[in-house]
């Protein structure tokens, strides 16, 4: 793969990224997309304020295996001293390849009181948050996805991407749409661009990507490092190595229904390892009701698996397809 680069020391090997989705991107869902490709995978955002109390349901959030290598934490908070201090219990209890600070979250919750996309409002904020991270992050690189600005009429990616370059962040992924935005209109892909001209640490490029064309015209357009995809990955984690096999000029195979059972029936198996019995049966229904598309038969099988009360019946509808 000719495009590798670095991210402080951390060696970068394939530009494929898998976006921080909370509710999603949990261990069992890592586990797939490292298998389908991806080169690089986040957790969910995590709260400082819970890490510091040790809420052990945030903690469990953090926790991950080897193979998931190379992995992020992300967190995310509004008091530069408490998100460094997360940090400092990250890196001491988990030494993940990155600590990645969430400074795009729309979430009104959130994001009013500063934290997440609420810091794009106020640059001193920002700042102390970055320092405190990586005052307390020891050698893990830290690194800042971001959205372009507060709204329309404060886009601050550029100029915000120096000042964190300057502070010591090693690289930015940019989801180019405004917290205003949400997740309305189209990414202004223009912007990505913009920041990789300005910066020399890595820009990893978020927003849009559907496809592997896609993911090929946003290497093209914006000459990113890496690009980093959420939605598309649900329910479709093959488009990773769709992406891989378009960058390396292979041909991609066409995902058989049998792919699909088969990814469900890996999931299931994930999850019951990983969660309780009523989390396991919601996360069940939430992606199979992803992976099960597309084909005859596709809705009334989805039906079927969005009554289930067990697990139990979860695993006996599946081994009823075959
Ligand atoms: C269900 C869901 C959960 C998300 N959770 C997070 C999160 O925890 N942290 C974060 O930085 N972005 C989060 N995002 C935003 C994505 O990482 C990404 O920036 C955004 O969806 C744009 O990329 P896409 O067009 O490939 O979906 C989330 C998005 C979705 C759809």
């Known amino acids: 793969m000719k495009y590798s680069f670095k991210i402080g020391s951390l060696q970068i090997n394939n530009p494929i990224f898998l976006a921080p989705m909370a509710g999603v991107t949990d261990r069992p869902f890592r586990l797939i997309c490292k298998k389908k490709g991806a080169g690089m995978m986040y957790t969910e955002f995590v709260s400082a304020n819970g890490i510091i109390r040790e809420n052990q349901k945030t903690l469990d959030m953090i926790k991950f295996s080897d193979i998931e ?7 995310f ?14 890196s001491e209890r ?3 390849d990155i600590i990645d600070i969430n400074f795009g979250c729309p979430v009104p919750k959130i994001a009013n009181k500063g934290a997440g996309s609420g810091a794009l409002k106020d640059k001193n904020l920002m700042k102390d948050i970055v320092k405190e991270v ?3 992050s020891s050698d893990i690189p830290v690194t800042v996805k971001m959205r372009a600005g507060w709204d329309s009429n404060s886009i601050i990616s550029t100029e915000a991407g120096l000042m964190l370059e300057g502070l010591g962040v090693q690289a930015i992924t940019l989801h180019p749409r405004t917290r205003s935005q949400s997740f309305k209109g189209c990414a202004d892909w223009e912007l990505i661009r913009e920041l990789k001209e300005t910066v020399n640490i890595p820009v990893i490029g978020n927003g849009d990507i559907k496809d592997p064309d896609d993911a090929i015209k ?19 984690p093959w488009i990773l190595e ?40 919601n996360y069940t229904k939430k992606h199979f009701n992803w992976y099960l598309k ?29």
Do not use: W, Y
């Not at 946003?218 to 000459?223: D, G, P, R, S």
């Open 134 to 136: 990586i005052k307390n």
């Open 218 to 236: 946003m290497f093209h357009k914006t000459n990113c490092d890496a690009i980093m995809i959420a939605r598309a990955v649900l329910g479709n």
């Open 77 to 90: 908070g509004d008091e530069a001293d408490i998100i460094g201090k997360s940090a400092k219990l990250i």
């Open 94 to 96: 988990f030494n993940p």
């Open 242 to 281: 769709s992406i891989f096999n378009k960058l390396n000029g292979l041909k991609n195979k066409p995902v058989t229904i049998l792919d699909r059972i088969n990814i469900c029936k890996e999931h299931f198996s994930l999850l019951l390892e990983d969660k309780n019995e009523q989390v396991c049966i």
């Open 294 to 322: 597309g084909f005859d038969g596709a809705s009334k099988l989805r039906r079927k698996f969005m009554k289930v009360k067990s697990t139990k019946e979860i695993g006996n509808l599946l081994d009823s397809i075959n």
């Open 69 to 75: 290598r190379p992995l992020g934490v992300q967190i």
